[in-house]
């Protein structure tokens, strides 16, 4: 058996929004106030697979950090590092390339989605982009992974390169690691189209609330999203052909730790327009404080930096014995 161990990461991409908050940094929270062991990984290695400003991402990274710790990572109980400051991950990302089959990675949905039809000109680290997130997670041979609903099929294809690892070499060295994928906003999706998830990358900056977003562009952004003209239903059921009246209620669920069914049972019946600034008024409770102390700690750059190089020495504390024994394992 494998000591339980939690891996997460979020990518320094800029644009921290709501979904990165409740369908990541608010369960990485609940994570650690359970007392299990964290690690959690400025992923700056996988923003690269799209261009990236150096000015912006080495500021986006600091800024992250500070978004995890106005969250409430506290970096002595968790690892709080960055990614590319541990080359073990890099390192072990190449075993498992050649571990991995070119058919499995073809067969990732975002793969798909973010090279678009223009795959020829796609960079290959995002074609190779899930082996670099098995080696985050199995590195620390860790256990779960709290994910939102989007990285579901890359923690398939981690337990699919652990395993081929495993019957490869005829060891049982790596662990099969569970996604942990739970909440009532697994999967937050944008304010402006329904069918879309809320994501760093959208063009419009309507379509997310972001986590530096002040009170008026939260108010704001939640009264001009898209919604239908009918009230809210009453139960669970009246919510499956309205994906923007459902992405609401999920995410007043989210931010207030209510089930939807609660949700419902007071606003149900009621208007968009009693139901938006309650909405509003609950996210700028919420987030204002956290985007507050982002800007506060993003005056102490130097601070953050000192937080960021001691996680990467606890990081590495783990994650060099694992290489160690991988390279024995493969012979080299
Ligand atoms: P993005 O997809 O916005 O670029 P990342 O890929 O860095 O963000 O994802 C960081 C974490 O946030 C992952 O756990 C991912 O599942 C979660 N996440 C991203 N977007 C959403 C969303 N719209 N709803 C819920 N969780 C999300
Ligand atoms: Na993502």
């Not at 400025?42 to 912006?56: E, F, K, L, Y």
């Not at 960055?82 to 073809?106: P, T, Y």
């Not at 798909?112 to 098995?134: H, I, R, V, W």
Request: aromatic share 8%; net charge negative; glycine share 6%.
């Amino acid at each position: 058996g494998f000591t339980p161990r939690v891996f997460s990461g979020i990518q320094p991409s800029g644009n921290l929004h709501l979904g990165n908050y409740l369908g990541a940094l608010k369960r990485f929270v609940e994570t650690q106030e359970q007392g299990i062991e964290t690690v959690y990984c400025m992923v700056d290695m996988h923003a690269i697979t799209v261009w990236q400003d150096p000015a912006r991402l080495a500021r986006a990274t600091r800024e992250l950090c500070a978004g995890f710790i106005a969250a409430g990572i506290d970096p002595e109980r968790s690892i709080l590092f960055n990614q590319s400051q541990v080359a073990e991950h890099a390192q072990l990302a190449w075993i498992f390339n050649c571990v991995a089959r070119m058919g499995w990675m073809k067969r990732m949905t975002q793969w798909k989605d973010k090279a678009g039809k223009n795959q020829e000109e796609a960079s290959l680290g995002l074609f190779a982009y899930p082996a670099l997130m098995a080696a985050d997670i199995l590195a620390y041979h860790a256990t779960h992974v709290p994910v939102g609903e989007d990285q579901k099929q890359h923690l398939e294809l981690t337990r699919d390169i652990a395993a081929k690892f495993n019957h490869d070499y005829g060891v049982d060295f790596f662990p099969l690691t569970e996604p942990v994928i739970e909440g009532a906003a697994t999967r937050v999706m944008s304010l402006r189209d329904g069918s879309k998830k809320m994501s760093k990358s959208d063009v419009s900056d309507m379509s997310r609330i972001n986590m530096t977003d002040d009170a008026d562009a939260i108010a704001q952004k939640i009264r001009k999203a898209r919604t239908d003209p009918h009230p809210l239903p009453s139960d669970h059921a009246g919510l499956e052909e309205r994906p923007e009246a459902r992405n609401l209620v999920n995410i007043y669920a989210g931010l207030a730790d209510m089930e939807v069914e609660q949700v419902l049972a007071e606003y149900g019946g009621k208007q968009f327009s009693e139901f938006k600034p309650a909405l509003a008024e609950l996210a700028v409770e919420q987030l204002a404080p956290i985007s507050a102390e982002m800007a506060r700690l993003m005056e102490a750059p130097d601070e953050i930096d000192a937080i960021l190089a001691r996680g990467a020495e606890r990081a590495r504390a783990i994650a060099a014995p694992i290489l160690k024994r991988t390279y024995e394992i493969v012979g080299m």
